[in-house]
């Protein structure tokens, strides 16, 4: 058993009964080639709900600063993660989410770049555009809702595959994309 097998075990084993987790629209993520899942961010529990909940293996990108301890980064390195520098251009990482692209990987993001304290909706960054319109990847929206107060379930609400043809073909910008990406988020969140 490799390392982001067991450490799904081991989270899908703690998490899923403690927040009472649940996934919905897991039908909507494809089952091979190249996937970006893009999610709001409202704990640090984040990623490893999304991945306990998420039939395939993901690729985060994750903060620079988690790295930095030998033991976590060793981990982090095992279980597909790979660092970003947050508040500048970040050529490296931006380099190796496409080449997790182009092998049919999975990649996930949190556009909002950073955990909303209050729950609600921050505006995304560029980046999960960038990835978006450089890539034939599909585009799954994802909302956490619920906040992981162990009282009521917290529920992973996967949403269809973004039609990116229109906003290609206008040549959107990645922020403009980004932002299509976050409403979508939104609009699952309302609906749930």
Known sequence: MNLYKFGKFVMKTWLKP?????AIGLEN???SGPVII?????????????????PRDIHFLAKEEL?????????????HAFPIKRGMKDRNA????????KEGNVLGLFPEGTRSKTGELKKGLAGAGFFALRSDAAII???IIGD????????????????MTSLKEK????????????EEIRKIKENH
């Open 29 to 31: 993520i494809p089952k």
């Open 171 to 182: 040549k959107a910008s990645a922020q403009e994309v980004t932002d299509v990406i976050m």
């Open 67 to 79: 790295f930095k301890n030998k033991f976590f980064g060793y981990i982090l390195k095992n279980v």
């Open 18 to 22: 403690k927040y009472k987790v649940q």
């Open 148 to 163: 992981y107060s162990k009282k009521k379930p917290l529920t992973v609400s996967y949403g269809k595959p973004i039609n």
């Open 38 to 54: 893009c999610s709001n961010h409202i704990s640090n529990f984040d990623p490893p709900i999304v991945g306990i909940t998420c």
């Open 94 to 101: 931006l380099r190796r989410g496409l080449e997790v692209l």
């Open 141 to 143: 929206p994802c909302a």
